[in-house]
């Protein structure tokens, strides 16, 4: 049964801004989609109203529509183009809700097209806790106990038969809200009247919490045919009690039998097969009880392509969406190769000879007064994935991509070593406890202490002990006397050799040398779905301490762009967007392109974006061991966002060439002094400013200055830390929060132009010539950070004047830089006069939604621009100007609801939607008009 | 740290750590992909005299526990792996991986670069190897290996078999099966027990008189170690059992010796299939499995398709070598996999579901045949 030959066109629906629990990792299927369903010679047409989004460029799709995501906006597509099917399930819940919408309203029918991919039914089902539950009984799976109460009294009834801890969920709430988790006896009775009182039909579902009990995703593909494939099964460090989206997760699945683990693929079967008839992807997760009966229970089903699809998929080589699409045409797995190795088939179950290990990346600085335990509601913005060929080197591996501050786990001096403060992180687990652990094993606390408070697998927690032993071998030598068994143990484990010389109190390039000297040397190895039974065409590697080196080096010329790592507020998807765009350009160049980047969610980290992938952290002893085997003509850091360029002062003391803008010039741009000097040299205006270096010298400094003033640690991302204060008491304040948290950091103290209008430019240069991509104005007055605020594109009541400022004071700095490659200029306007804030040479935030919204790939410019082979005069500019395009900030406060919505210099927005309107009569445009002071914190 | 050595038979090296006593074994290598199960792994009677590679990174996480054993010991001739985990987490009733290895006297190499090993036989082939943890010289241990005779026309069957003929089950129950124990694993017989089956075991030179006598309502050829080419006799006697139009289910080696009573050729693969996530396509029904496998012969696709008796109901998806056929005009068929998972999927039980579907079939031909199932079932 081959594909169905009815469809010829196909509408793929994304799943809007980045919020936490729906992010990039949708960009990354979708876009895998319509390539898949291009390869098929279909016609692809897509809907998403996220512009920072590869799944929206012409170099993805036919037709693009940036529209939002509404029924609305579904009617005009399909009055425009013949569609024969829709494809909702790479979008998420939010593509699946739209879908299921425009079925009820007769939309699909009325326009004949069909629905592919997905089984309204099934989703029905999996989202409808009731209907599951009967299902599940129906077909003999398990589940974990749960009834329903009426009243206070039955509830407690219940309470008494399943014991603590429980869920409380009221009925026919949206998003679990008034739902808790009780696991202390007094809590009960608040939380059953809560629950009670909360739903309107005055019922709340009563589930036996298996809190400790060990959790596991599979993730499957099937086909029409009913045929199934388990293509990963991934185990949660953390047991049962943490959303998983906010666990560390590991693949392969490390403490179960094969006994158990049949058992569970034998039931992940029956349970697709139970809930409808679809042909895609699918998540399952069940848990496991912690004893000697090893009892499984189904926890949930998601008939789609998810989170952790797209983890599956980096975690093994296999690309579950592009497959998925194919399921949805018609084909059986059985009629499809498996890609990587280009000739085995897609009718299999890949096999890994490394473990990878996931870790969430938190943002709870951002959001001042969050609750910061974890627990059944996602609170993580990103997350970063390791490999390696044991759990401790991806472990390790997976610290240092998080760009916390920390070279790995543990060996760097920052360990807690207050045993009440320990104890109290492993039996509330916030994002750190894994962190905790470690320093629970050093500071000598037990581990069936540790293992009674953190109920982790006792195999994860001897892991972990292994590290600490081994650390404290190494710390008894020193550099000269360490032995060559031990110190290739360490690598082996996966120590930085930043790690191992806090340890051995010498420097990170003295361990780089001894460990060279003893042949101790990364190598390279494949991801490739199969353990090397069969060859690979199109892997991508991962570095270990081993013999073989599998990554041959070509011999062409080679430029390595740097990815931007884990996302996190401030910086997102965008940045990845910009990766991959510069990737395309540079091999459009005619290079041999390399990417580097740990971020499982992106489309960078797709094996068919760069001609080669190394997933590896963004890390500088990686990537310098990875230059130095691939021998390129440069690195590109300006497209990866901050991760990338603040590598950039490492890659020019080690000679390595930054293509584009110098190192020296990215510098000058973060160092107030120096750049404010440029500025004044080029009769530039910036608000008056001042550097200190301690409390009172920043009270003496506001004396000159005057207040409101801007304070801010210097060389930091989206705005962390910054803050506006009025008086000395406040400046004093939070300086002195600044150097505790950042001791010795300079902080920069600005005038705050009050009332001021902030707009921004962005810009490509090459040296010489400078084209403005475009000016975007905010909408909010300045206080507010130009991620969160509204902004428009063109500026909406800025005057010729003002607008020729900006533009001149553009090129003037980008020259006055040497930028070559892209710049964005942050600007005050207040009293006819232009101020400039910053200058950042490299891609923005804003390039992405500028791209989009003109219809010209910048970034391709920008990076062609930067390997020297086009002038900024070659190009042939041609912007689609009509109308405006309002950049909308989008929040995720509903997973906050403590914290208040007070917007103010440090961002906190974790995505953005595009938003077109003709002219500014435009209804929309005058709401957020007037509700600009609302959410002004000063 | 125990040093060992492995030593192929093409003069490559490897060093790692050693597990378990000091010891040299020597046996064919091969390597096996599956994720987990390898305590099963270990104590198949298939893998005798081989030493196995786990491309699995971490071994022994969950321990050894009695109940999955395959056979009543270690059957491997050594292993070798990348980390060979002292520690385990379950609660079951266990042991750790390096006492059972201990216990068995069975020799493991750890810390070894098991990618590139793997890289290596995948290029040249199936071939014996040496490891030890003595500490002998080099030569001296090229020496073993050389003695070391190939794989390639070695008849293991008399090795692992039952020695005498023993039951398993009720006698009272509906269906007498026969199982030709050429090495058969401990989920080939709970698989037919789960049935309403009274099961006996007969070795591997059991005659056909004696198999005759017991009156079995069907034959189960088993799976087993070597090459089927030189099992002559167990051949001529699969083709007397089938010439009686006896119900007759072949697993692996057991396919193989349908297939060569049959006329039909096996042949020593390049490098064989060993794990527990290869795809198999049912022709007949157009479904597919994810099946475990562990086999280094294959039956010759060019002879079954020139053979007019013989019908391919089953095709690998990677290779399209032959994965289960059946005869045209007798009650037979047989597959190349382990429908009895332990390790690996389940996905193909309904085999057994099958074979006794084909004795009840045939049964009802018979005068008075109609089986009447007991209620324990």
Not at chain 1, 714 to 740: D, F, R, T
Not at chain 2, 133 to 160: C, R, Y
Not at chain 2, 297 to 320: C, P, Q
């Amino acid at each position: 049964m081959p594909k169905d030959q009815s469809i010829k066109s196909v509408l793929i629906i994304g799943s809007g801004p980045i919020i936490i629990g729906q992010a990039a990792e949708f960009d990354y299927s979708g876009s895998q989609a319509a390539r898949s369903l291009k390869e098929e010679g279909i016609e692809v047409t897509l809907i998403n109203s996220n512009p920072a989004t590869i799944m929206t460029d012409k170099v993805t799709a036919d037709n693009i529509y940036l529209l939002p995501l509404e029924p609305a906006s579904i009617v005009q597509i399909l009055k425009e183009h013949q569609i024969d099917a829709v494809l909702p399930s790479m979008g998420g819940q939010t593509a699946l809700n739209l879908a299921i919408k425009c079925q009820e309203q007769g939309i699909w029918e009325e326009y004949g097209v069909k629905m592919i991919g997905v089984d309204t039914n099934a989703i029905e089902i999996t989202e409808d806790r009731e209907l599951f539950r009967q299902k599940m009984a129906e077909i003999g799976i398990p589940m974990a106990p749960s009834k329903t109460a009426k009243s206070f009294l039955e509830g407690k009834e219940v309470a008494q038969e399943f014991g603590l801890p429980l869920v409380i969920r009221p009925s026919f709430t949206l998003g679990g809200s008034g739902g808790s988790v009780v696991y202390d006896k007094e809590d009960l009775e608040s939380a059953l009247q809560r629950g009670l009182q909360a739903s309107p039909i005055h019922e709340v579902m009563i589930d036996k919490a298996v809190i400790g009990w060990k959790e596991y995703e599979l993730e499957l593909l099937r086909d029409r045919n009913g045929n199934v494939v388990i293509i990963c099964s991934i185990e949660n460090f953390d047991p049962m009690g943490i959303h998983t989206g906010d666990s560390i997760t590991v693949a392969p699945a490390m403490t179960l039998s094969d006994t158990t683990f049949q058992k569970m693929r034998n039931m992940a079967i029956k349970m697709i097969r139970s809930i409808g008839n679809f042909a895609g992807g699918c998540n399952v997760q069940f848990s496991v009880s912690n004893d000697e009966k090893e009892e499984i229970i189904a926890i949930e089903i998601n008939p789609r392509v998810s989170r952790s699809s797209a983890l599956a998929s980096k975690a093994t080589g296999y690309p579950i969406a592009k497959i998925a699409s194919k399921l949805a045409l018609g084909y059986m797995l059985d009629e499809l190769k498996n890609p990587v190795t280009g000739n085995t088939s897609a009718m299999f179950e890949p096999t890994l000879d490394y473990v990878i290990v996931k870790i969430p990346r938190w943002n709870f600085d951002k959001f001042k007064g969050a609750n910061r335990r974890l627990g059944f509601q996602m609170k993580s913005v990103g997350e970063a994935m390791g490999i390696g060929r044991s759990f401790q080197e991806a472990l390790q591996k997976a610290c240092q991509s998080l760009e916390i501050g920390r070279n790995g786990l543990g060996a760097d001096g920052k360990e807690l070593t207050d045993q009440n403060v320990i104890l109290d992180s492993l039996k509330h687990p916030g994002w750190d406890r894994l962190f905790h652990i470690y320093d629970a094993f050093k500071l000598g606390i037990s581990f069936s202490t540790i293992h009674k408070s953190t109920l982790i697998d006792p195999w994860f927690l001897r892991q972990i002990q292994e590290l600490v032993e081994l650390e404290g071998e190494i710390v008894q030598y020193t550099l000269d006397n360490i032995p060559e068994g031990l110190l290739r143990e360490a690598k082996k484990k996966g120590y930085a050799d930043r790690q191992i010389a806090h340890l051995l109190r010498c420097l990170e390039s003295q361990v780089y040398e001894k460990r060279n000297k003893l042949g101790i040397k990364r190598v390279f190895k494949q991801v490739d779905t199969c353990a090397a039974e069969f060859p690979a065409e199109t892997p991508y590697y991962y570095s270990t301490f081993e013999e073989e080196n599998e990554s041959v080096q070509s011999g062409r010329e080679k430029v390595i762009i740097l990815g931007s790592g884990p996302n996190r507020i401030g910086q997102g998807i965008e940045f990845d967007y910009s990766c991959v765009h510069g990737v395309l350009a540079a091999k459009e160049c005619g290079y041999e392109t390399i990417m580097i980047n740990c971020n499982p969610e992106t489309v960078s980290t797709d094996f068919t974006t760069a001609d080669k992938l190394y997933f590896e952290p963004v890390f500088w002893e990686h990537i310098y061991d990875i230059i130095l085997h691939e021998k390129p003509i440069g690195v590109i850091v300006q497209l990866g966002g901050q991760t990338a360029l603040k590598l950039a002062e490492k890659l020019d003391k080690y000679g390595i060439k930054i293509i584009g803008t110098s190192y020296h010039a990215l510098d000058l741009a973060e160092d107030r002094g120096r750049f404010s000097s440029l500025l004044k040299e080029n009769e530039v205006p910036y608000p008056k400013f001042g550097s200190v270096k301690s409390a009172e010298a920043a009270v003496k400094m506001s004396r000159e200055l005057g207040f409101p003033l801007l304070v801010r640690p210097s060389y930091v991302l989206g705005g962390q830390s910054m803050k506006i204060v009025i008086n000395e008491e406040e400046l004093e304040q939070h300086v002195v929060n600044i150097l505790h948290q950042m001791p010795g950091n300079e902080i920069l103290i600005d005038n705050f132009l009050s009332g001021a209008i902030e707009a921004e430019a962005d810009a490509i240069c090459d040296g010489e010539d400078v084209y403005i991509i475009g000016i975007m104005e905010h909408i909010e007055p300045a206080g507010i950070h130009s991620g969160d605020s509204y902004a428009v594109l063109p500026p909406f009541n800025l005057g010729d004047l003002i607008l020729t400022q900006i533009e001149e004071i553009t090129k003037k700095v980008a020259l006055a830089l040497n930028t070559v490659g892209l710049i964005n200029i942050q600007f005050a306007i207040k009293d006819d006069v232009v101020y400039v804030i910053e200058a950042n040479p490299r891609a923005s935030r804003t390039v992405p939604f500028i791209a989009k919204a003109y219809q010209e790939p910048y970034v391709n410019y920008a990076t062609k621009v930067m390997l020297g082979h086009k002038k900024v005069k070659d190009f042939d500019f041609k912007p689609v100007k009509k109308g405006y395009a309002i950049k909308v900030p989008v929040f995720s406060f509903d997973k906050f609801h403590e914290v208040s919505k007070e917007l103010g210099p440090e961002m906190k927005s974790t995505g953005e939607a595009i938003h077109f309107i003709d002219n500014l009569k435009d209804e929309y445009f005058h709401k957020i008009y007037g509700e600009r002071n609302l959410y002004l914190s000063r | 740290m125990n040093k060992a050595i492995v030593l192929l038979e093409d003069g490559t090296i490897f060093y790692g750590k050693a597990e378990g006593p000091a010891m040299t074994s020597v046996g064919e290598i091969c390597f096996t992909t599956g994720m987990t199960g390898y305590q099963e792994v270990f104590t198949d009677p298939s893998y005798f005299n081989q030493i196995v590679v786990a491309t699995n990174t971490h071994i022994g996480n969950y321990g050894i526990h009695r109940d999955e054993s395959q056979s009543g010991s270690v059957k491997i001739a050594g292993f070798v792996c990348r980390n060979f985990n002292e520690q385990h987490s379950r609660v079951r009733e266990s042991e750790s991986l390096p006492d059972f290895f201990r216990r068995e006297g069975i020799l493991a190499v750890s810390e070894v670069d098991t990618r590139k090993l793997v890289r290596h036989i995948r290029e040249k082939g199936a071939m014996n190897a040496l490891i030890s943890s003595e500490d002998k010289p080099l030569e001296e241990l090229k020496a073993i290996l050389a003695k070391a005779p190939s794989m390639k026309g070695m008849g293991l069957a008399s090795e692992v078999s039952t020695q005498k003929m023993y039951t398993l089950g009720d006698e009272n129950r509906a269906y007498r099966i026969a199982v030709l124990d050429l090495g058969v694993k401990r989920n080939i017989l709970d698989s037919l027990l789960k049935y309403d089956a009274y099961v006996g075991v007969f070795p591997h030179n059991a005659s056909l008189e004696e198999i005759a006598a017991w009156k079995p309502d069907g034959i189960l050829i088993s799976n087993g170690p070597g090459d089927p080419e030189p099992l002559h006799e167990q051949a001529e006697l699969v083709k007397k059992l089938i010439d009686q139009e006896m119900p007759t289910f072949g697993i692996c080696l057991g396919h193989q010796l349908i297939s060569l009573s049959q006329g039909l050729e096996t042949f020593k693969m390049f490098n064989g299939h060993r794990g527990i996530n290869h795809p198999v396509k049912n022709l007949l029904t157009g479904r597919c499995e994810v099946t475990s496998q562990n086999h280094g012969f294959a039956v010759s696709r060019e002879s079954a398709e020139k053979n007019g008796s013989v019908e391919i109901t089953h095709i690998h998806l990677n290779d399209d070598t032959i994965a289960g056929l059946r005869l045209r005009n007798k009650p037979v068929f047989s597959v190349q996999y382990h429908p009895e998972a332990s390790p690996g999927p389940n996905d193909s039980e309904y085999l057994f579901e099958q074979f006794f579907e084909l004795i009840r079939e045939n049964k009802a031909k018979k005068p008075g045949g109609k089986v009447e199932e007991s209620a324990e079932r």
